[in-house]
């Protein structure tokens, strides 16, 4: 019982971390955008699917973005979008 108990620990803390570390960042320039189907394309050619919570108001294309994103049923979901700050030299 003892050993069941231990491997089911060392079971939950490997699923707790690789839950943590699912989702990923990815920086581009916005190439397309559609309101309807809720999804954005980098220049990479990735198509990446926004959540319902997720603003699509700024985005427009020739914007440079960070999106925070995770393959959930072979779509790429967006969760967070974060407009990069466009530096002059």
Same mark, same amino acid.
């Given at each position: 019982?003892?050993?069941?108990?231990i491997i089911a620990a060392a079971g939950a803390m490997v699923m707790g971390s690789t839950a943590a570390w699912a989702w990923s960042d990815v920086t581009g320039t916005v190439d397309k955008v559609n309101t309807k189907s809720h999804e954005v394309v =980098?220049?990479?050619g990735q198509t990446y699917m926004l959540e319902k919570n997720v603003k699509m108001g700024n985005l427009k294309k020739g914007?440079?973005?960070? =999106?925070s994103w995770e393959e959930q049923k072979g779509k790429n979901v967006v969760n967070k979008v974060t407009m990069e700050e466009n530096k002059k030299s």
């Open positions: 019982m003892r050993k069941f108990a =980098l220049d990479n914007e440079k973005v960070t =999106l």
